[in-house]
Protein backbone atom coordinates (compact mmCIF):
# COMPACT_ATOMS: atom_id res chain seq x y z
CA UNK A 1 0.00 0.00 0.00
CA UNK A 2 1.42 3.30 -0.93
CA UNK A 3 0.92 5.92 1.35
CA UNK A 4 -0.81 9.37 0.89
CA UNK A 5 1.59 12.06 -0.36
CA UNK A 6 2.57 14.37 2.10
CA UNK A 7 2.07 18.55 1.42
CA UNK A 8 3.46 21.98 2.72
CA UNK A 9 1.62 22.20 5.57
CA UNK A 10 2.85 18.42 6.95
CA UNK A 11 6.59 19.22 6.38
CA UNK A 12 8.88 21.91 7.78
CA UNK A 13 9.63 25.20 6.23
CA UNK A 14 13.42 24.53 6.35
CA UNK A 15 13.01 21.63 4.85
CA UNK A 16 11.10 22.87 1.88
CA UNK A 17 13.68 26.05 1.47
CA UNK A 18 16.01 23.74 -0.04
CA UNK A 19 16.02 22.07 -3.69
CA UNK A 20 17.02 19.15 -2.27
CA UNK A 21 13.67 16.90 -3.38
CA UNK A 22 13.33 13.90 -5.84
CA UNK A 23 10.63 11.57 -6.83
CA UNK A 24 11.08 7.84 -5.51
CA UNK A 25 9.21 4.81 -7.18
CA UNK A 26 8.82 0.71 -5.45
CA UNK A 27 11.24 -1.44 -7.61
CA UNK A 28 11.52 -5.34 -6.77
CA UNK A 29 15.17 -6.35 -6.78
CA UNK A 30 16.55 -9.89 -5.99
CA UNK A 31 13.20 -10.73 -4.84
CA UNK A 32 13.03 -7.77 -2.00
CA UNK A 33 11.00 -4.73 -2.43
CA UNK A 34 12.85 -1.32 -2.30
CA UNK A 35 12.75 1.98 -2.97
CA UNK A 36 14.47 3.85 -5.66
CA UNK A 37 15.07 7.80 -6.42
CA UNK A 38 14.12 8.85 -9.98
CA UNK A 39 14.42 12.41 -11.27
CA UNK A 40 11.40 14.52 -12.53
CA UNK A 41 13.28 15.26 -15.51
CA UNK A 42 13.25 11.58 -16.30
CA UNK A 43 14.91 8.70 -15.38
CA UNK A 44 16.97 7.42 -11.73
CA UNK A 45 17.77 10.58 -9.53
CA UNK A 46 21.18 10.13 -7.61
CA UNK A 47 21.60 11.04 -3.86
CA UNK A 48 25.13 12.14 -4.80
CA UNK A 49 24.54 14.69 -7.97
CA UNK A 50 22.46 17.72 -7.41
CA UNK A 51 21.56 18.26 -11.02
CA UNK A 52 18.98 15.10 -10.36
CA UNK A 53 17.56 17.38 -7.11
CA UNK A 54 14.64 19.57 -7.51
CA UNK A 55 11.96 21.63 -5.51
CA UNK A 56 9.42 20.45 -3.36
CA UNK A 57 6.67 21.42 -5.25
CA UNK A 58 7.76 20.44 -8.41
CA UNK A 59 8.74 16.69 -6.88
CA UNK A 60 5.38 16.36 -5.60
CA UNK A 61 3.46 17.33 -8.45
CA UNK A 62 5.29 14.78 -10.48
CA UNK A 63 4.47 11.90 -7.66
CA UNK A 64 0.67 13.20 -7.91
CA UNK A 65 0.61 12.81 -11.59
CA UNK A 66 1.41 9.14 -11.24
CA UNK A 67 4.88 9.10 -12.35
CA UNK A 68 6.62 8.29 -8.63
CA UNK A 69 4.95 7.42 -5.82
CA UNK A 70 6.33 9.41 -3.52
CA UNK A 71 8.72 11.75 -2.68
CA UNK A 72 11.91 12.23 -1.02
CA UNK A 73 14.52 14.56 0.80
CA UNK A 74 17.85 14.37 -0.15
CA UNK A 75 20.77 14.35 2.77
CA UNK A 76 24.09 16.26 1.74
CA UNK A 77 27.40 18.10 2.91
CA UNK A 78 25.97 21.01 1.78
CA UNK A 79 22.99 21.26 4.59
CA UNK A 80 23.00 21.00 8.85
CA UNK A 81 20.56 17.34 8.92
CA UNK A 82 20.87 14.53 9.81
CA UNK A 83 18.33 11.72 9.14
CA UNK A 84 17.77 8.93 11.91
CA UNK A 85 15.83 5.85 10.63
CA UNK A 86 13.93 3.50 13.52
CA UNK A 87 12.67 0.36 11.61
CA UNK A 88 10.42 -2.31 12.53
CA UNK A 89 9.15 -0.93 15.61
CA UNK A 90 5.86 0.26 15.47
CA UNK A 91 2.58 -2.10 15.42
CA UNK A 92 0.91 -0.50 12.20
CA UNK A 93 -2.32 -1.31 13.75
CA UNK A 94 -2.31 0.05 16.78
CA UNK A 95 0.51 2.33 16.75
CA UNK A 96 2.18 0.66 19.80
CA UNK A 97 6.20 1.99 19.99
CA UNK A 98 9.05 -0.38 20.94
CA UNK A 99 10.45 0.94 23.84
CA UNK A 100 14.01 1.50 22.57
CA UNK A 101 12.20 3.32 19.72
CA UNK A 102 10.08 5.84 21.74
CA UNK A 103 13.53 6.02 23.86
CA UNK A 104 15.25 7.94 20.89
CA UNK A 105 12.56 9.90 19.41
CA UNK A 106 12.12 11.52 23.18
CA UNK A 107 15.84 12.04 23.34
CA UNK A 108 15.99 13.72 19.94
CA UNK A 109 12.50 15.40 20.40
CA UNK A 110 12.88 17.10 16.96
CA UNK A 111 10.27 16.45 13.60
CA UNK A 112 9.52 13.45 13.81
CA UNK A 113 7.35 11.31 11.11
CA UNK A 114 6.07 7.64 10.45
CA UNK A 115 7.70 5.72 7.40
CA UNK A 116 6.07 4.64 4.27
CA UNK A 117 5.59 0.75 5.62
CA UNK A 118 3.87 2.34 9.05
CA UNK A 119 6.14 -0.09 10.73
CA UNK A 120 8.81 3.07 11.96
CA UNK A 121 9.88 6.53 12.27
CA UNK A 122 12.00 9.01 10.41
CA UNK A 123 13.63 11.84 12.65
CA UNK A 124 15.62 15.03 11.24
CA UNK A 125 17.60 17.38 13.01
CA UNK A 126 20.63 19.52 12.58
CA UNK A 127 24.26 18.61 13.34
CA UNK A 128 26.80 16.20 12.04
CA UNK A 129 27.44 12.52 12.55
CA UNK A 130 30.57 11.71 14.70
CA UNK A 131 33.34 9.20 12.75
CA UNK A 132 32.14 5.73 12.13
CA UNK A 133 29.64 3.66 11.20
CA UNK A 134 26.11 4.67 11.05
CA UNK A 135 23.83 1.64 11.44
CA UNK A 136 23.23 -1.10 13.62
CA UNK A 137 19.87 -3.16 14.00
CA UNK A 138 16.91 -1.24 13.19
CA UNK A 139 18.94 1.88 13.62
CA UNK A 140 20.24 3.91 10.71
CA UNK A 141 21.85 7.51 10.48
CA UNK A 142 22.11 9.30 7.59
CA UNK A 143 23.92 12.52 6.99
CA UNK A 144 24.62 12.78 3.27
CA UNK A 145 24.31 10.65 -0.06
CA UNK A 146 21.51 9.76 0.79
CA UNK A 147 17.65 9.94 1.13
CA UNK A 148 14.53 9.96 3.22
CA UNK A 149 10.78 8.43 1.69
CA UNK A 150 8.81 11.71 2.97
CA UNK A 151 5.44 10.68 4.35
CA UNK A 152 4.43 14.11 6.02
CA UNK A 153 2.17 11.82 8.68
CA UNK A 154 3.93 13.59 11.76
CA UNK A 155 3.77 12.45 14.87
CA UNK A 156 1.73 14.78 17.45
CA UNK A 157 4.07 14.52 20.34
CA UNK A 158 6.91 15.72 18.41
CA UNK A 159 8.22 19.52 17.18
CA UNK A 160 6.87 20.21 13.26
CA UNK A 161 10.16 22.24 13.30
CA UNK A 162 13.68 20.66 12.82
CA UNK A 163 15.78 21.07 16.09
CA UNK A 164 19.19 21.49 16.96
CA UNK A 165 20.43 18.09 18.48
CA UNK A 166 24.25 17.72 17.69
CA UNK A 167 24.96 16.86 21.74
CA UNK A 168 21.72 14.55 21.54
CA UNK A 169 23.22 13.44 18.35
CA UNK A 170 26.40 12.98 19.39
CA UNK A 171 25.37 10.78 22.43
CA UNK A 172 23.12 8.80 20.66
CA UNK A 173 26.07 7.63 18.67
CA UNK A 174 28.41 7.42 21.41
CA UNK A 175 26.30 4.94 23.23
CA UNK A 176 26.01 2.93 19.45
CA UNK A 177 29.41 2.08 19.33
CA UNK A 178 31.43 2.74 22.37
CA UNK A 179 28.26 0.78 24.49
CA UNK A 180 26.28 -1.25 22.12
CA UNK A 181 28.84 -3.05 20.09
CA UNK A 182 30.85 -4.08 23.72
CA UNK A 183 27.24 -5.62 24.59
CA UNK A 184 26.35 -7.31 21.77
CA UNK A 185 22.76 -5.61 21.88
CA UNK A 186 20.21 -4.80 19.09
CA UNK A 187 19.66 -1.74 19.85
CA UNK A 188 21.63 1.55 21.14
CA UNK A 189 20.99 2.68 24.81
CA UNK A 190 21.58 6.31 26.05
CA UNK A 191 23.78 5.89 29.25
CA UNK A 192 26.11 8.23 31.02
CA UNK A 193 29.30 6.80 29.13
CA UNK A 194 28.20 7.42 25.77
CA UNK A 195 30.24 10.72 25.62
CA UNK A 196 33.68 8.93 27.15
CA UNK A 197 36.88 9.21 25.24
CA UNK A 198 38.93 6.81 24.02
CA UNK A 199 41.97 4.94 25.76
CA UNK A 200 45.21 6.29 24.52
CA UNK A 201 47.47 3.90 22.61
CA UNK A 202 51.31 3.79 22.53
CA UNK A 203 52.35 4.15 18.96
CA UNK A 204 56.15 3.61 17.41
CA UNK A 205 55.87 6.11 14.55
CA UNK A 206 58.46 6.15 11.61
CA UNK A 207 60.75 8.05 9.74
CA UNK A 208 58.49 8.19 6.60
CA UNK A 209 58.06 12.02 4.70
CA UNK A 210 54.52 12.50 3.60
CA UNK A 211 55.38 11.42 0.42
CA UNK A 212 56.81 7.95 1.36
CA UNK A 213 53.30 7.12 2.76
CA UNK A 214 51.48 8.12 -0.02
CA UNK A 215 53.62 6.54 -2.38
CA UNK A 216 53.82 3.59 -0.41
CA UNK A 217 50.12 3.11 0.65
CA UNK A 218 49.18 3.76 -3.09
CA UNK A 219 51.43 0.42 -4.29
CA UNK A 220 50.46 -1.56 -1.69
CA UNK A 221 47.52 -4.51 -1.84
CA UNK A 222 44.87 -2.25 -1.22
CA UNK A 223 46.65 0.80 -2.90
CA UNK A 224 42.91 0.96 -5.27
CA UNK A 225 40.87 1.94 -2.14
CA UNK A 226 43.83 3.87 -0.80
CA UNK A 227 44.34 6.25 -4.25
CA UNK A 228 40.30 6.72 -4.33
CA UNK A 229 39.87 7.87 -0.89
CA UNK A 230 43.28 10.79 -1.30
CA UNK A 231 41.40 11.70 -4.90
CA UNK A 232 38.05 12.02 -2.30
CA UNK A 233 36.00 9.46 -3.75
CA UNK A 234 33.56 7.92 -1.19
CA UNK A 235 31.24 6.12 -3.10
CA UNK A 236 31.87 3.29 -1.59
CA UNK A 237 30.73 4.14 2.03
CA UNK A 238 27.20 5.19 3.80
CA UNK A 239 28.60 8.47 5.01
CA UNK A 240 31.37 11.01 4.42
CA UNK A 241 32.12 10.04 7.92
CA UNK A 242 33.49 6.56 6.94
CA UNK A 243 35.54 7.59 4.08
CA UNK A 244 37.25 9.64 6.77
CA UNK A 245 37.35 7.05 8.95
CA UNK A 246 38.65 4.87 6.64
CA UNK A 247 41.47 6.86 5.35
CA UNK A 248 43.06 7.96 8.56
CA UNK A 249 43.15 3.51 9.39
CA UNK A 250 45.32 3.21 6.43
CA UNK A 251 47.54 6.47 7.22
CA UNK A 252 47.74 5.45 10.76
CA UNK A 253 49.47 1.87 9.54
CA UNK A 254 51.71 3.52 7.18
CA UNK A 255 52.53 6.80 9.69
CA UNK A 256 53.08 4.35 12.63
CA UNK A 257 50.06 5.82 14.25
CA UNK A 258 52.02 9.41 13.93
CA UNK A 259 48.88 11.38 14.88
CA UNK A 260 50.28 14.94 13.54
CA UNK A 261 51.18 12.98 10.39
CA UNK A 262 47.99 11.41 9.58
CA UNK A 263 46.21 15.28 10.09
CA UNK A 264 48.45 16.84 8.18
CA UNK A 265 47.92 14.35 5.20
CA UNK A 266 44.32 13.79 5.09
CA UNK A 267 44.46 18.00 5.06
CA UNK A 268 46.32 17.24 1.52
CA UNK A 269 43.81 14.65 0.39
CA UNK A 270 40.53 15.14 -1.14
CA UNK A 271 38.32 13.97 1.64
CA UNK A 272 39.38 17.37 3.51
CA UNK A 273 36.46 19.58 4.53
CA UNK A 274 35.70 22.05 6.77
CA UNK A 275 33.73 19.94 9.11
CA UNK A 276 37.27 18.86 10.10
CA UNK A 277 38.00 21.93 12.30
CA UNK A 278 34.62 21.76 13.95
CA UNK A 279 34.74 20.90 17.75
CA UNK A 280 31.69 18.21 18.23
CA UNK A 281 32.57 17.01 21.30
CA UNK A 282 31.96 17.99 24.63
CA UNK A 283 35.68 17.89 26.17
CA UNK A 284 36.68 20.46 23.47
CA UNK A 285 37.75 17.89 20.56
CA UNK A 286 37.16 18.50 16.93
CA UNK A 287 36.12 16.44 14.63
CA UNK A 288 39.00 15.06 12.97
CA UNK A 289 41.27 15.02 16.47
CA UNK A 290 38.51 12.46 17.13
CA UNK A 291 38.70 10.92 13.81
CA UNK A 292 42.33 10.48 13.99
CA UNK A 293 42.44 9.54 17.89
CA UNK A 294 39.74 6.53 16.67
CA UNK A 295 41.49 5.34 14.35
CA UNK A 296 44.82 4.84 15.84
CA UNK A 297 43.47 3.01 18.61
CA UNK A 298 41.99 0.72 16.87
CA UNK A 299 45.02 0.14 14.69
CA UNK A 300 46.43 -3.06 16.10
CA UNK A 301 49.58 -3.10 13.65
CA UNK A 302 52.04 -0.83 11.96
CA UNK A 303 54.73 0.11 9.41
CA UNK A 304 57.97 -0.51 10.23
CA UNK A 305 60.62 0.54 6.79
CA UNK A 306 63.54 -1.36 9.15
CA UNK A 307 61.88 -4.64 8.24
CA UNK A 308 58.97 -3.71 5.68
CA UNK A 309 56.04 -4.55 7.96
CA UNK A 310 57.29 -6.30 10.97
CA UNK A 311 54.41 -6.01 13.37
CA UNK A 312 53.95 -3.86 16.72
CA UNK A 313 52.27 -5.71 19.28
CA UNK A 314 50.32 -8.31 17.73
CA UNK A 315 50.09 -9.54 13.91
CA UNK A 316 46.89 -10.54 12.84
CA UNK A 317 44.86 -10.59 9.65
CA UNK A 318 41.97 -8.02 9.21
CA UNK A 319 38.94 -8.48 9.22
CA UNK A 320 37.64 -5.06 8.02
CA UNK A 321 34.61 -4.52 9.51
CA UNK A 322 34.65 -0.72 9.51
CA UNK A 323 35.62 -0.34 5.99
CA UNK A 324 38.80 1.29 7.69
CA UNK A 325 41.24 -1.34 8.88
CA UNK A 326 44.14 -1.50 6.31
CA UNK A 327 43.90 -4.73 4.41
CA UNK A 328 47.03 -4.64 3.67
CA UNK A 329 47.73 -8.48 5.31
CA UNK A 330 47.24 -10.45 2.52
CA UNK A 331 48.95 -13.21 1.01
CA UNK A 332 50.08 -11.43 -2.03
CA UNK A 333 50.67 -8.29 -0.64
CA UNK A 334 54.72 -7.92 -0.56
CA UNK A 335 54.12 -5.43 2.77
CA UNK A 336 52.12 -8.43 4.79
CA UNK A 337 55.54 -9.77 6.56
CA UNK A 338 56.26 -10.51 9.96
CA UNK A 339 59.17 -10.75 11.99
CA UNK A 340 59.75 -14.36 10.98
CA UNK A 341 58.93 -13.86 7.11
CA UNK A 342 61.16 -12.54 4.42
CA UNK A 343 62.17 -9.18 4.44
CA UNK A 344 63.59 -8.82 1.29
CA UNK A 345 61.97 -6.46 -1.19
CA UNK A 346 59.41 -7.86 -3.60
CA UNK A 347 60.35 -9.41 -6.77
CA UNK A 348 58.88 -8.29 -10.45
CA UNK A 349 57.07 -11.17 -10.50
CA UNK A 350 55.28 -10.41 -7.51
CA UNK A 351 55.08 -6.63 -8.93
CA UNK A 352 52.95 -7.79 -12.13
CA UNK A 353 50.81 -9.99 -10.01
CA UNK A 354 49.70 -7.41 -7.35
CA UNK A 355 48.97 -4.62 -10.79
CA UNK A 356 47.06 -7.44 -12.83
CA UNK A 357 44.92 -8.18 -9.66
CA UNK A 358 44.36 -4.43 -9.39
CA UNK A 359 43.67 -3.92 -12.69
CA UNK A 360 41.34 -7.45 -12.48
CA UNK A 361 39.66 -5.73 -9.11
CA UNK A 362 38.60 -2.34 -10.86
CA UNK A 363 37.29 -4.13 -13.90
CA UNK A 364 35.10 -5.94 -11.63
CA UNK A 365 33.97 -3.25 -10.11
CA UNK A 366 32.96 -1.39 -13.29
CA UNK A 367 30.91 -4.58 -14.75
CA UNK A 368 29.13 -4.89 -11.24
CA UNK A 369 28.12 -1.03 -11.29
CA UNK A 370 27.12 -1.54 -14.93
CA UNK A 371 25.15 -4.43 -14.23
CA UNK A 372 23.72 -2.90 -11.63
CA UNK A 373 22.39 -0.12 -13.89
CA UNK A 374 21.45 -2.04 -16.27
CA UNK A 375 18.87 -4.40 -13.92
CA UNK A 376 17.35 -0.98 -13.31
CA UNK A 377 16.40 -0.17 -17.09
CA UNK A 378 15.30 -3.80 -17.35
CA UNK A 379 12.99 -3.95 -14.49
CA UNK A 380 11.45 -0.27 -15.94
CA UNK A 381 10.80 -1.78 -19.26
CA UNK A 382 9.38 -4.93 -17.86
CA UNK A 383 7.18 -2.57 -16.11
CA UNK A 384 6.62 -0.54 -19.33
CA UNK A 385 5.79 -3.75 -21.11
CA UNK A 386 3.16 -4.61 -18.63
CA UNK A 387 1.27 -1.53 -18.87
CA UNK A 388 1.16 -1.84 -22.39
CA UNK A 389 -0.14 -5.56 -22.37
CA UNK A 390 -2.81 -4.36 -19.55
CA UNK A 391 -4.03 -1.13 -21.77
CA UNK A 392 -4.15 -3.89 -25.20
CA UNK A 393 -6.03 -6.29 -23.29
CA UNK A 394 -8.54 -3.90 -22.44
CA UNK A 395 -8.75 -3.27 -25.91
CA UNK A 396 -9.20 -6.32 -27.25
CA UNK A 397 -11.51 -6.94 -24.92
CA UNK A 398 -13.95 -4.30 -26.17
CA UNK A 399 -13.67 -5.21 -29.65
CA UNK A 400 -14.28 -9.00 -29.04
CA UNK A 401 -17.39 -8.09 -27.29
CA UNK A 402 -18.49 -6.85 -30.63
CA UNK A 403 -18.96 -3.24 -28.98
CA UNK A 404 -16.28 -1.75 -31.23
CA UNK A 405 -13.17 -2.70 -32.88
CA UNK A 406 -9.51 -2.00 -31.65
CA UNK A 407 -7.00 -1.17 -34.19
CA UNK A 408 -4.24 -2.26 -31.68
CA UNK A 409 -5.49 -5.81 -31.73
CA UNK A 410 -6.07 -5.94 -35.32
CA UNK A 411 -2.15 -5.66 -35.48
CA UNK A 412 -1.42 -8.10 -33.02
CA UNK A 413 -3.48 -10.11 -34.70
Same mark, same amino acid.
Given at each position: ???? *??????????????????? =???? +?????? +???????????????????????????????????????????????????? *???????????????? /?????????? /?????????????????????????????????????????????????????????????????????????????? +????????????????????? &???? &??????????????????? /?????????????????????????????????????????????????????????????????????????? =??????????????????????????????????????????????????????????????????????????????????????????????????????????
Amino acid at each position: MTPP *LPTRDTLPDKLLERDHWVG =WRKQ +TRGGDE +TKVPVSVNGGYASATDAATWTTFDDALAYARGGAADGVGFVFSTDDPYVGVD *LDKCRTRRTGETEAWA /TEIIDQLASY /TEISPSGTGYHIIVRGSLPPGGNRTGDLELYEDSRFFTMTGDHVDETPTTVADRADELTALHGAYFETQHTQGGTHPQ +TTDSATQKSSAVDTPGNDLTD &EDVV &ERASTAANGPKFSRLWKGD /TSAYDSHSEADMALCSILAFWTGGDEAQIDRLLRDSGLYRRKWDEVHFADGSTYGAKTIERSVSRTSDFYDPSQ =WSTAVGRSTSHTDTTNGRPDHQTAHDPTSTTPTERTTPPSSRDTDYLDRLAELQRHLESVLAENERLQAELETERERRRELEAAAAAVDKTDESGRGWSLFGWFRR
